[in-house]
């Protein structure tokens, strides 16, 4: 089981940047999962942001964020990013990093993952 703590939500105006933060720990390596990041509005389900393969070389977006928002991760120090810019309003949401054993893609459905951080706090004023 993977511990996860996101980090770096806050809030910002409409067309700034947040760069979010999700720290692993437990006795596995990060290497070992391919990492996700989801949000969740209110009234709203969770849905899908972005993923990224365990080593890095596969990402794959969501397309209302395509284009503005960028996963990356650092395995050596166990923590996945999320590059948010050209914030829109409809960016506010609770924002949960999610970690799934590597099986060979890159998963994006909610029932995919196993593991949820506490989710933290974007929100984007006009």
């Known amino acids: 089981q993977v511990q996860l703590v996101e980090s770096g939500g806050g809030l910002v105006q409409a067309g700034g940047s947040l760069r979010l933060s999700c720290a692993a720990s437990?006795?596995?390596?990060?290497?070992?999962?391919?990492m996700g990041w989801f949000r969740q509005a209110p009234g709203k389900e969770r849905e899908f942001v972005a993923a990224i393969s365990w080593s890095g070389s596969n990402t794959v977006y969501a397309d209302s964020v395509k284009g503005r928002f960028t996963i990356s991760r650092d395995n050596a120090k166990n923590t996945v990013y999320l590059q948010m810019n050209s914030l829109k309003p409809e960016d506010t949401a609770v924002y949960y990093c999610a970690a799934d054993e590597w099986r060979g893609v890159v998963p994006r459905r909610v029932p995919d993952y196993d593991d949820w951080g506490q989710g933290t706090q974007v929100t984007v004023s006009t």
């Open positions: 437990g006795r596995t390596f990060l290497s070992m999962y391919a």
